[in-house]
């Protein structure tokens, strides 16, 4: 593993950076899947979209296309004693990316799947993954942990690291802007945020992804 590489301010910096080790390890693989990791929040999203416009090869994909039904989510919250582990563990469908990948890995068809819609909770949108392109980079959460499947999807794995305090400020303030008087806060033991923050310091804290990373960003 790398030493973590303190990128100059600016997204689209950090992407070129981060497709120096792409434009690397493709030279030695037909087809190759990489995960970027990192906390909620960090820049996963902005990252993904910056790749796929600067390299013509990257198929960007998010896990959250892969997250199971809020109805089936919601079923499991229901029975669970820890509603963390059930986001930590339970909330995507691990078998339905793994398919995805090795479908990926296997054929350069066009892939159809339907994904999660964040604006209904269903599975029913409906989106084409061109499998020609040589690197597939998934952007996630808990992606390189260690008892989860998805660790084992992965050629390469990236980590964003940065100041989980700022981080949380930042995307707080976006959240009350965008839900204004039905903002949610995640003080709120219910609070969907507070579980996945609460899953996500442990396992920084307990799994320490930036050890299993390839290679480390600080942002």
């Known amino acids: 593993m790398t030493e973590p590489t303190k990128t ?6 950090l992407a070129r950076k981060v497709n120096e080790s792409l434009l690397q390890w493709a030279k030695s693989s037909a087809k190759l899947v990489v995960a970027v990791d990192g906390y909620t929040g960090i820049g996963k999203t902005t990252l993904l979209r910056n790749l796929a416009a600067l390299n013509p090869d990257v198929l960007p994909v998010n896990r ?3 997250l ?13 004693t820890d509603r963390v582990a059930v986001f930590e563990r339970e909330i995507c469908d691990h078998q339905k990316l793994a398919a995805f990948i090795t479908t990926y890995r296997q054929s350069n068809e066009p892939y159809h799947i339907d994904t999660y ?7 029913n949108v409906t989106k084409t993954f061109d499998f020609s392109k040589k690197i597939m980079v998934v952007e996630g959460i808990f992606m390189f942990h260690p008892e989860l499947p998805l660790n084992k ?5 990236i980590y964003l690291q940065g100041d989980i305090a ?14 204004g008087d039905d903002y949610f806060p995640e003080t709120h033991p219910d609070s969907y945020f507070r579980a996945i923050t609460v899953g996500l310091k442990n396992y920084i804290k307990q799994y320490k992804p930036e050890e299993i990373a390839d290679v480390v960003f600080r942002v």
Do not use: C, Y
């Open 68 to 80: 199971f039904s809020s109805a089936a989510t919601q079923a499991k919250l229901a029975k669970a």
């Open 166 to 179: 700022d981080i949380d400020k930042r995307r707080v303030e976006r959240e009350k802007a965008k839900w």
């Open 8 to 13: 100059p301010a600016g997204s689209m910096l």
């Open 64 to 66: 959250d296309d892969f």
């Open 153 to 157: 999807l992965w050629d390469k794995r």
């Open 117 to 123: 819609n964040e604006d209904t909770g269903e599975i």
